[in-house]
């Protein structure tokens, strides 16, 4: 596998708020580039991307589905299109997270009427985070109301970033027409019947469009030296020239191309999938992967014939078996190999591999680095580790989820379905790692976790389709949790029972400090070796064990705990004696410190009309909310306001009620607050 054939492929994923329309606009990329002949519609549950039976009858995605598929840009070769389309909805928030952890690039999609919506910053930033690259698509330019101009500026506003439009639209909402070019100096129109006509610019649109065009190529010469030494020496720039600085500032994250089209409509698509080809990253053009092995860190080149190095991302049941989606980074991975898997500790063989193609896939020999394909066969496979050799074992960074902020009581309406019932919660917990089982430790029952009701509705109803359990859930639950609300010092834990023979002793001394980031962390500043490597280890681990409840029964979290002293017994001390006493220690800690409760906090947008702002904001404060700002947009409004998610249950029925069925909102999980009620 040459780097000329590795440079040609194209790993992206589409992001937006929900019903921007990411699945169209997927649609349209698979029906234009020849991957499919007929293009599905959301609305009838018949889009490629969106085969589950949910999302069919719901008409949003739920889960991220790959797709691949060839496009070949005027005057270029063929190259290799891998894209995951993903769930616009903040109950979904894993699937986008673990999607840009391993994909290169991301095409961010905006609603020409709705603009910069709450969901889409919460994508931006993820994909920034991971310095993911990315360009943007306004769609729905044909409807009443659309305006690339606003949608620019909320881009400047609301995300930081730096829009750079590589053409204006040509008519506007029913008249929608065409598309101005700005890079290659064209008009690109789109006909009835989905032909598309170019032609470079005549003298009067040459004038009126060159000005603009001189601005694109200013705001990027801002952040390329090459192209800016040609706009100071007064040089031609050619569109080579441009799209070759345009790519460059890209690449580093510098700004955004923006395109705008109407997917629906089929209009703009091919001008977006030729700046997909040409600003999108390859695998080549991304920073060396960094993994953990036993001689240390080390950087991974995407070279094919280098040490293997893969992440398990995502796991999806089918009816023939399991599939565990992988990211090559580095290496060769062929069918008959045998692989280290790092979270199971153990040796697993591939069986299948598969190329996945929405609902179906294609069997392939093997995969090289950079190419994304799925294991068939793992039953027990966990999400975040790495593949490696056996004889060269490595550990990249592992996937992190949001911690669960909503749980519902569960129980089966038939006993006969006990096992069913626990054979499927253990395999939805096993594809999605936002969502967590428990049990109430007063009542016995089951308790289901999520990251709100949207997500648990649509759990419990694949418990129904997929698995044939009737189940009946109980009163939403909110995850709460504690933090020391103040620093203590030389707290003590001690285990002691000699009482002849081999007995348990261990004493560590600790101090206690909070953090405002929610995190812990562990600090070891004993000296002189009064507490051995491994009773040091064995302390963490018992201090772990402990956070997992505090003195008002919620997780703790959001403190230092630094070792300061402890003592040990030649004979007696062991390691499950170390940990019992750290686990004493900090709960003593906890006892002297207090703790504050935390409970997750939502950001809400609501859009009302105009006439229902009073009602919407009197309603919200009623909820314990905080009002932010109220945006007026002539006959609606928007009201932006941050409320507890406990006071939030029904929120969206509520709203309809409220205000006839006029207002809609939109949720996203803010963090964690001191808790007022609780």
């Known amino acids: 596998m040459n780097t000329t054939t590795v440079s040609r492929w194209r790993n992206l994923g589409i992001i937006a708020h929900v019903d921007a329309g990411k699945t169209t606009l997927t649609e349209r990329l698979l029906w234009k580039t020849g991957a499919i002949h007929r293009t599905g519609e959301v609305h009838d549950g018949a889009a490629t991307t969106d085969f589950s039976p949910i999302e069919k009858d719901r008409g949003i995605t739920i889960g991220a589905a790959a797709v691949q598929t060839h496009w070949a840009p005027q005057g270029q070769a063929e190259h290799r299109l891998t894209i995951i389309d993903t769930p616009g909805h903040i109950d979904f928030a894993i699937e986008v997270e673990r999607s840009l952890r391993v994909l290169d690039g991301a095409v961010a999609v905006f609603s020409a009427v709705d603009g910069v919506q709450p969901q889409s910053e919460t994508v931006w930033r993820q994909a920034r985070r991971h310095g993911v690259p990315m360009i943007a698509f306004v769609n729905k330019m044909d409807r009443v109301g659309a305006s690339l101009d606003f949608v620019l500026a909320q881009m400047r506003d609301k995300l930081d970033a730096q829009p750079w439009p590589l053409g204006q639209a040509i008519g506007a909402e029913g008249e929608l027409r065409g598309w101005v070019d700005y890079v290659a100096r064209e008009i690109v129109l789109w006909g009835l019947d989905d032909a598309i006509a170019r032609r470079p610019w005549d003298g009067d649109e040459s004038r009126a469009y060159e000005p603009l065009r001189q601005r694109l190529i200013e ?60 600003y999108l990253p390859s695998p080549l053009d991304r920073p060396w992967v960094r993994a953990e092995s036993e001689q240390g860190e080390l950087a991974l080149a995407p070279d094919a014939s280098g040490p293997l190095a893969g992440l398990v991302f995502k796991i999806v049941h089918k009816e023939h078996g399991a599939l565990s989606f992988v990211r090559l980074y580095s290496g060769t991975l062929r069918v008959g190999d045998t692989v280290w898997a790092s979270r199971r500790e153990r040796a697993l063989r591939v069986g299948r591999l598969v190329v996945v193609q929405a609902d179906r896939g294609r069997d392939v020999e093997a995969a ?227 703790t504050t409760v935390l409970e997750p906090v939502m950001t809400l947008v609501v859009d009302t009309p105009a006439g229902n702002v009073g009602d919407v904001v009197g309603d919200l404060q009623r909820r314990s909310g905080r009002v932010l700002a109220i945006d007026d947009r002539g006959t609606r409004a928007d009201v932006s306001a941050r409320a507890p998610l406990a006071q939030l249950s029904g929120y969206t029925t509520a709203l309809r009620s409220l205000t006839q069925g006029r207002a809609s909102a939109s949720l996203v999980f803010n963090g964690y607050e001191a808790a007022r009620n609780v």
């Open 219 to 278: 705001a990027v010469a801002d952040h390329d030296d090459e192209l800016a030494q040609a706009y100071l020496e007064a040089r031609a720039i050619d569109p080579g020239l441009l799209k070759a600085a345009l790519r460059r500032g890209t690449l580093a994250g510098a700004g955004t191309p923006v395109l705008a089209g109407s997917a629906f409509k089929n209009k703009g698509v091919e001008p977006l999938l030729d700046a997909i080809v040409d």
């Open 368 to 594: 090289y680095a950079g190419e994304i394909v799925a294991v068939q066969g793992w039953k027990d496979a966990v999400s975040g580790e790495t593949l490696s050799a056996g004889e060269r074992k490595l550990v990249l960074d592992a996937i992190q989820a949001q911690p669960a902020v909503l749980s519902w009581r569960l129980s089966a309406a038939n006993a006969n379905d006990l096992i069913r019932l626990g054979q499927g919660l253990a395999s939805l917990a096993q594809e999605d790692p936002s969502f967590h089982v428990g049990s109430d430790e007063d009542t016995g029952e089951t308790l289901i976790w999520g990251m709100g009701e949207l997500h648990l509705e649509v759990m419990v109803e694949r418990l129904r389709q997929e698995w044939k359990v009737e189940v009946r859930t109980g009163s939403p639950r909110v995850a709460y949790q504690e933090t020391p609300s103040r620093a203590v010092a030389g707290v003590e834990g001690k285990l002691s029972k000699q009482n002849g023979g081999i007995g348990q002793f261990a004493r560590v001394v600790i101090d206690v400090e909070p953090r405002t980031d929610g995190r812990f962390e562990f600090v070891d500043r004993t000296s002189g070796g009064v507490v051995p490597r491994n009773f040091v280890t064995a302390t963490e681990k018992g201090l772990r064990s402990a956070l997992m409840e505090g003195p008002r029964g919620y997780p703790v979290v959001g403190l230092t705990v630094t070792l300061i002293d402890g003592e040990t017994h030649a004979v007696d001390s062991s390691e499950l004696a170390f940990q019992r006493a750290a686990g004493e220690a900090l709960k003593a800690a906890l006892a002297l410190s207090g």
